[in-house]
Each structure stands twice: as C-alpha cells, then as structure tokens.
C-alpha cells in the first residue's frame, strides 16, 4: 500500500483526497500558490510545498514542480484530483518516469480517450454507439459550416480537447454558425491550447447520462452504475443525481455494458467515466443512448455514486494504484437508495452567473448533510480559480426524499455577503419538472429569468427579521432598564411612539410595522454580529441596521456596465454613440478561462467606451456607460 501520497491540485478535490488518505493512514502532502498559502487544502495535509505565484500556469499547471515537490518530500505517488493536469498524458508519464505512483490511468489510455474525435472513431470499432456527426482534420471555416448544413442544424460545436463545458456551442441557424465557431475556437485555445474542433448533431431533448466505471491491473472492469446530470447552464452541470430517473433494468444493463466495453477498449485502469447523450423525447431507451467522451479521471460528482454504492472511488483508486485488484467484483455492486449533489458556486444568476470572488464574511452549513468544501468563514473566493465553494450531497431511500434533503440543506444554511447560486440551486430543485423527473440539458435555459432572479425580501421574510431585531432590542432594554416591557416599546421622550422598525439589505432600505413583528412566521433566523440572517426558498439575506451596499449591489440600472471581475476584454462589439437594444451584447470579458458576454440594460446609445480589445481590467473598472433613449 501506497505510504505517502501529494495532492496535485487545490480545493475541496484535495481535501476529499486528504480525508481518505489519512483513514488509510497514508501520510499526505499539499501543493499550493501564492494565493492558497493559507488554504484548507494546505492545514489538512501533512506537509505542503509552495510551488509558484497564483496563475495556476505558473503553479499548479507546471508538472515539473510537481514532481520536484513530490521528491523533495518524499512522497511516493502523486493523485492529480480532478481539473489541472489530471488528464494530461505527458505528466502522468513524467510522474511514472521519475519513479512515482501514479494515481490515475496509464498515459496511452488518457492519449486514447483525450481527444474527442480519435474517442469516437475509438468506440465505433469497439461497437459501443456514437453521436452522428463530423470526426475530421479539416479545419477549414467554410467547410465545417458545410458540413453542418449537411448534419442538419441544430448543430454542437465542441473543442476535441475540451471538458468542463468550456470549448463548447450549440448553433440554431446557419446565420449563426462563423461566430460560434470563432468564439469556440477561442475559448478552446485559451482553455486547452487547442482549437480543434468536431461538429455533432444536437439533440432535441438531450439527457446527459454517464456511468462510473473502473479498472485494474490485472484487466477486470466494473461499473458502478449510472448518473444523471442533465440539468445544466450553458453545458456546465448544476445538479447531479444517481440513478437516473426513468432508467429501467433493460436500458441501464444495455449502457453500463457498453461502457465497460469502451473501459476496456483502452486497457484502464482506475477510476474513469463514460458519458452519453441521450434523446429522452420518447424517455430513456438503449437505441437512443450514445456515446459522447470518457472522462479518464475522478468526476466532480462522484459522490452521488459512493452514496448509492457504499463505495469510497478514492479509497479504490489508492488500492489499484498500490497493485491491488478491484475491492468488488460487479454481481457484489448494488443500488441502494438515491443521491444528488448540487454545486455551490460564488456566483451572481442575476448577472448572467458571472463569478462573484472575494470574502466569505459569513458561512453555516448543514453539516447533517455530506458537504464537500475547502471554504471556511473568513476564506477568500479567489479570482485566479473556479469559484466552487463546496458541493452538497443529500441521499434519501428515494428520489423525492433525496431532492427534499437536498432543498432543506439549502434552505438550512447561508454563505454571504457576496453573491452565490444558492437560491438558484433551489429554485431548480422546486420545479414541477424537475421533481416529476421529466429533465433534459434545456430546462433551467427555458425557465430562463424565472431562476436566475434574486427575490425581493417578501412580507413573511421581513417579518421575520423584524421579530429578531425586535427581540434583540428588548432583550437589550431590558438589560439597562428592568421595567422594561413590551407595552412601552417604541416609546419616546416628547415624541410619538415610533411603530416601525427599519432595516437594510444589500442598500435598500425595509420597513416592518412593529406589531407585525410579534408573529412568528415559520421561517428561521440567525444573528450574527449585528446583522440579523433569514433564509427563504434557499435565498439568504443579510439585514442591517445600519445602511450598507451589498457585494450584489451594482449599477447597471443606472447605465453604468461595470467589469465584474478582473479579466482581458476580448471583444468589443459597439463603438461610442451607437444605438443599442436591451440584451445587446457590449464586449466580451475573459476571466477564469471562461468567457462572459456583458449586454446593455435597457434601449439607449452608448454615451462612453472605456475598454479596448486586449485591455486588462480591474473589478468595478467602468467599461461602458449607456444612456436611455428618450
């Protein structure tokens, strides 16, 4: 058995890793950047070594430092998690080379699996089904668009190197297609260094399936059963869940089989995931499942499938890399019950999910629930990474029970001030839809502003912070003064009793009627400091009594677009004094390798340009200014 194990990579990945690690007593080692010198990641671990300045090109990114570390502190293999390297062939080769374990496939399976197109060709000699489409070399803009009036549109743009939703474009129209195509390639280019791409058919109601699936040394493969992660934003999954609701013995026996038949047409070893595209217009059949790309690595999402399973995948992938067969054989694997996994991201929905990095002042979870997270209160959300603040898995005997426990764990705790998609989390588990099961990639994009919207503090909200505010003044009185009761409440000297009681949430102003703050609304509070928490449908909000402006709080109402984040403006598409309509994009901002189109709030001209292309800008810099239309 492995004895010393780094970590390459950061967040919570890393601190699921140490966790397991270090019930197997395995001594464990942390990499970190300037910007996680103080991380969760780097006190959990045994030991941790710096490794470079925050850009994760500069740190994280770099294998040889990795390997230097790993030496250095005599480790003895090295788990890559998931993200970074964890897919790089040429790194998990150099790791080999230099002596060490390493945690994952070999290097020709993650070549073989690590470029869509070679994938598939891959997969249709290995008879496992795949999506119609175009596989080839040539790049040439004008026949790519041919070959996607011939597919038939809606067509998919994807990257070959790509994953992570990134590198990816669904095109409606031919009209549309040249600047999909060059903002893919972009994207792709930035994210993977490469800017190949494959044209799919897109499907009309499209269900994202994948199933867990793992190998050892000695050939054996097993699954582990099937997950859901159909509910998506812009090909980035939000909710995950196993198993997949509708999927009948008949089906799942038909995919996990062809899964394991793709493990075994590239010899893996280790944990890895098979996705498929299904078209769930006439529900979940085995003829119109197929394969889309192997993920040769540990998901983001595995926990769904070690609730269900009672499997420890990271326990799994320390035994094989130790030479160890698999723990299970496949008739000794089970379902039992359901799991699903929503991920809480700082975010803003109400500004097209744009990253919301900065402070976590504030941080309570459910810890009744499994919470996978490397955020404590008082941590940073950094720029320089994804903003994940922890993943929360629920499991119940059934899907509704799973999807309650899920709802209650967000409706439980809050994590502030600045902005996350905790409501939005919510919101997307309270849909009819959602909750009947009938799901596809396009829900959460049709329900559109209906989820993405913070709610106003409603009338049952306000009256609850008012009753704790309220409780807390006379909780104060009756300190200073015994006599004190409520019938004197709101009394002043010379003056009319003051009957309201006001308070602030992210700069606006509330007023509650005092009597209204004697009945109790059912809803729960928190104080903290001098600030009073109430948690409504997943949506936390922070009241004051004192004014202060919110982390969300910002200008576009008045015209001003202002850069949510640092980042380069890759594209500017008005000049000054053109006339613009609500919803028109403005530029394009790169920031976190992703890239986040900033469009006008209402019809007007644009009254001052203040970004080029190529500019580096800073948080809150003033990109462009609109003036209404008269």
């Not at 922070?542 to 677009?561: D, K, M, N």
Request: charged share 25%; with cysteine.
């Amino acid at each position: 058995m492995i004895s010393s194990l780094l970590i390459a990579n950061r967040g919570e990945i890393a601190c699921r890793i140490i966790r397991t690690a270090r019930a197997m007593g395995i001594r464990t080692v942390a990499v970190y950047s300037d910007a996680d010198a103080k991380a969760l990641h780097v006190r959990s671990a045994d030991e941790a070594v710096h490794i470079g300045p925050s850009p994760s090109r500069e740190s994280y990114l770099v294998g040889e430092k990795i390997i230097a570390a790993a030496k250095a502190t005599g480790a003895e293999a090295i788990h890559p998690g998931y993200g970074f390297l964890s897919e790089n062939a040429e790194f998990a080769e150099a790791v080999i080379d230099a002596g060490l374990i390493w945690v994952g496939p070999k290097p020709d399976s993650i070549r073989a699996m690590g470029l869509k197109d070679a994938a598939k060709k891959l997969m249709d000699a290995a008879g496992v089904p795949t999506t119609p489409g175009y596989l080839g070399d040539n790049q040439d803009p004008d026949f790519l668009a041919e070959q996607a009036a011939t597919i038939g549109y809606p067509v998919l743009i994807k990257a070959v190197a790509g994953g992570g939703g990134k590198g990816m474009r669904k095109v409606d129209a031919a009209a549309d297609f040249a600047d999909a195509l060059i903002s893919c390639k972009r994207e792709a280019a930035a994210s993977f260094g490469n800017d190949v791409v494959l044209l799919e058919k897109w499907i009309e109601s499209p269900r994202h399936i994948e199933v867990q699936v793992f190998g050892d040394a000695l050939g054996n493969v097993v699954h582990l059963f099937e997950r859901d992660c159909s509910l998506q934003r812009r090909h980035q999954k939000v909710i995950e869940e196993a198993p997949a609701p509708g999927m009948d013995e008949a089906t799942r026996e038909a995919v996990c089989g062809a899964a394991v038949r793709a493990a075994k047409a590239v010899d893996y070893q280790g944990a890895g995931t098979i996705e498929f595209i299904a078209d769930g217009s006439e529900g979940l059949r085995a003829d119109r499942i197929w394969f889309m790309e192997m993920n040769t690595r540990l998901q983001v999402e595995h926990p769904v499938t070690e609730e269900i399973t009672g499997v420890d995948l990271v326990e799994w992938q320390l035994r094989v890399a130790s030479g160890e067969p698999i723990p299970l054989k496949q008739e000794e694997l089970s379902i039992n019950g359901w799991a699903m996994e929503a991920r809480l991201y700082a975010e803003d929905p109400a500004k097209g999910f744009l990253p919301s990095p900065g402070l976590v002042e504030h941080l309570l979870f459910d810890y009744d629930a499994r919470i996978d997270s490397a955020v404590v209160e008082g941590d940073r959300v950094s720029t320089f990474y994804d903003p994940m603040i922890a993943k929360l898995i629920a499991r119940g005997d059934t899907r509704e029970e799973a999807r309650q426990s899920l709802m209650d764990t967000l409706n439980s705790g809050y994590v502030g001030r600045l902005r996350t998609n905790k409501g939005f989390l919510f919101r997307c588990l309270a849909l009819d839809a959602f909750a009947s099961g009938e799901i596809d990639t396009g829900l959460i994009g049709r329900c559109g502003e209906e989820l993405a919207a913070r709610p106003v503090p409603n009338d049952l909200v306000l009256q609850t912070a008012g009753r704790r505010f309220r409780q807390e003044q006379l909780e104060w009185y009756n300190f200073v003064d015994s006599t004190h009761n409520e019938e004197n409440f709101g009394f002043r000297l010379n003056a009319p009793a003051q009957n309201t009681l006001s308070f602030y949430e992210d700069g606006v102003r509330y007023d509650c009627l005092a009597k209204n703050a004697d009945t109790s609304t059912g809803l729960s509070s928190n104080l903290k400091g001098d600030l009073v928490i109430v948690t409504d449908q997943g949506e936390s909000y922070f009241f004051s009594q004192r004014s202060t402006v919110g982390a969300g709080a910002g200008a576009a109402s008045s015209g001003s677009i202002l850069s949510p984040m640092p980042g380069k403006v890759i594209a500017v598409d008005v000049a000054a004094g053109q006339a613009v309509t609500k919803g028109q994009k403005l530029l394009t901002l790169e920031a976190m390798k992703m890239e986040h189109s900033l469009v006008a709030p209402f019809d007007g001209v644009v009254a001052e340009l203040n970004a080029s292309e190529g500019a580096q800008v800073q948080v809150e810099a003033l990109l462009v200014r609109i003036e209404a239309a008269e």
